[in-house]
C-alpha cells in the first residue's frame, strides 16, 4: 500500500469531489477546474503512486492496488461519500472504486478511458 499525497482544497465542509488524474500527472493538472469548484464544494485532489508529492509503491501496480490506495486517502481525509472524477488511468482506478465501494461514490464523472486494458 502507497501513502498518497492529497491535496484538500475548497469550502471544508462543502460537498467533496475526489479528483483522480491520468497517468504522468499530478494535482496542479486540476487548478483550473479546482478554482471554479472550489468556491463551492471540497475538493480532494489525490496523485497516483510516483506522481506529483506520492512516493513510489514497492508493491506491483494494479487498478485494484491503485484504488485500495485511494480509498485508504478517502479514509484518511475523512471522505465517506463524494463525486469522482477520473482522467484516463484515474478514470479506471474511478470505475474500480464505484464498482468495489459504491457507497463512497455520489456521481462519477469519466474521461478519455476504458474498462480495461487487453493483454
Do not use: K, Y
Not at 87 to 98: D, E, K, P, T
Amino acid at each position: 500500500m502507497t501513502d498518497l499525497a492529497v491535496v484538500a482544497t475548497g469550502v471544508p465542509d462543502g460537498v467533496p469531489i475526489v479528483w483522480l488524474g491520468s497517468l504522468g500527472s499530478s494535482t496542479a493538472m486540476w487548478e483550473r477546474q479546482i478554482a471554479v469548484f472550489g468556491a463551492t464544494h471540497r475538493c480532494v485532489l489525490i496523485d497516483h503512486p510516483g506522481h506529483g508529492a506520492s512516493p513510489p509503491t514497492s508493491g506491483s501496480l494494479s487498478i485494484a492496488g491503485l484504488g485500495a490506495d485511494v480509498v485508504a486517502a478517502l479514509d484518511r481525509t475523512d471522505v465517506a461519500n463524494a463525486h469522482v472524477v477520473g482522467l484516463s488511468l484515474g478514470a479506471m482506478v474511478a470505475i474500480w472504486l464505484s464498482a468495489e465501494h459504491p457507497g463512497r461514490v455520489d456521481r462519477l464523472t469519466l474521461m478519455c478511458t476504458t474498462a480495461h486494458f487487453d493483454d
